[in-house]
């Protein structure tokens, strides 16, 4: 008799699921679609937006299981915007520019424009976040969306944010991913005013649980 696959669920991420978080940010990287079609490498997107995380804050990095013990979502960040960014440019970022080299100024292709930030990480510090000092990112597999894996994930990051005693979290987002703002919106996020946000939008919240992120 076979065994009834168990739950979608929630869990620590494991050294073991490096593959899966670079698959999950490979393709959902594009306007939260795959990025494969658009950059000649979109290997840079996990090198970002996901990895590095991994690997100065495994703490605070988690994932949806699919119940086979297969990463197929992920929520990850870090407690402190700006100790976070002094590690990534002094720790995470000699591990990679080897792998991605700095491209010319200004960028000439959409890899490069995207390469350019690996080697500006202080993009992060924004003086209208500051009292956010906690940020995150969340991506799920197109398949897993919808079903409330999402509010589970931030459910937990907040948790573990609460544990620390850091009472407020902000994120960014490409303005054009409507869906993901309509997201957002439902789990209590509000928008952050910063001058001259270019292309993306800022989205902050408290980490005390409410009834949005029930």
């Known amino acids: 008799m076979t065994r009834p696959a168990a739950p979608a669920a929630v869990r620590p991420y494991r050294p073991e699921d490096a593959e899966a978080l670079h698959e999950i940010c490979v393709r959902t990287a594009h306007v939260g679609q795959d990025s494969r079609p658009h950059y000649a490498d979109p ?13 100065l804050e495994p703490d605070l990095t988690f994932v949806l299981d699919d119940g086979e013990g297969r990463a197929v979502g992920y929520i990850l960040g870090t407690e402190d915007t700006p100790a976070f960014v002094e590690n990534f440019r002094t720790k995470w970022l000699p591990r990679v520019a080897n792998r991605f080299p700095k491209p010319p ?14 080697y500006r990480p202080e993009r992060m510090l924004v003086p209208e976040v500051a009292a956010y000092p906690a940020h995150l990112h969340i991506d799920l597999l197109p398949a897993w969306q919808g079903q409330g894996h999402g509010r589970a994930l931030m459910r937990t990051f907040l948790g573990a944010l609460r544990e620390r005693e850091v009472n407020a979290v902000h994120l960014s987002m ?11 919106d439902r789990l209590g996020f509000h928008e952050i005013e910063v001058p001259d946000p270019g292309p993306v939008t800022y989205l902050g919240r408290w980490t005390e649980i409410t009834g949005a992120a029930d």
């Open 43 to 55: 290997d840079i997107f996990p090198a970002i937006f996901a990895t590095p995380y991994a690997h």
């Open 174 to 184: 490409l303005t054009a991913n409507t869906p993901a703002r309509a997201f957002y």
């Open 105 to 118: 100024s200004p960028p000439r292709t959409p890899d490069e424009a995207i390469t350019e930030l690996l």
